[in-house]
Each structure stands twice: as C-alpha cells, then as structure tokens.
Nanobody, 116 residues
C-alpha cells in the first residue's frame, strides 16, 4: 500500500521559512512534486523533481523555494524561504511511479499560512 505522509506546515510570518517533508512508502517513484491550492483557486504545481535530479518550478517561487529528494529514504522536501502571504495554501505531495502504467498518488495535504 502506497502512502505519502507530509509534515512541516504551519504558521509563519512574511519573510520567514518553512521546510515541508513528504515520506513515501510502498513503491518507488520516477518523479515527486509539490502542489498547492489556495482558497478559491485551482491546484497548481509548485515544484517537481525527477529521480535523476531534474527540477521545475512555477515562476512565482523561483529563487525562494528549493525542492530536493533523498532517494534512499524515498522522501521529497520543499525548502521555502522568503515566504509571502500569497504563498498561503494547502500544500500537497505528489508522486508518480515508473511506467507504463504510470500511477499517481497524493498526500493528504499540509496547511501553510503566511501572516503577520
């Protein structure tokens, strides 16, 4: 059974930092990613990373967020620096298996609130 367990969310002041973690179990994954969904908005990709280390970021977080993976631990991280109120959202871990078939899994989500 595949599980993605997220941790690290919380309340932080503007300009602060948080580090999200997502520990995966039950499979190995070709890519892992972080998405977020703010109230009233669609879920969007924040950052993703392949098993080979290639990364991709949404423009709004470039230079502030860093995605990393520990393949031995099957864990993906999102280091978030210089946080802004507009980063407030529920952050979801995403993982896709090697394929075919490619199967995707989602974590339960962790709330990040940036507010003074």
């Amino acid at each position: 059974q595949v599980q993605l367990v997220e941790s690290g969310g919380g309340l932080v002041q503007p300009g602060g930092s948080l580090r999200l973690s997502c520990a995966a179990s039950g499979s190995i994954f070709s890519s892992m990613a972080w998405y977020r969904q703010a109230p009233g908005k669609q879920r969007e990709l924040v950052a993703d990373m392949t098993s080979g280390g290639s990364t991709n970021y949404v423009d709004s977080v470039k230079g502030r967020f860093t995605i990393s993976r520990d393949n031995a631990k099957n864990t993906v991280y999102l280091q978030m620096n210089m946080l802004k109120p507009e980063d407030t959202a529920v952050y979801y871990c995403f993982a896709k298996t090697y394929g075919p078939p490619w199967i995707v899994y989602w974590g339960q989500g962790t709330q990040v609130t940036v507010s003074s």
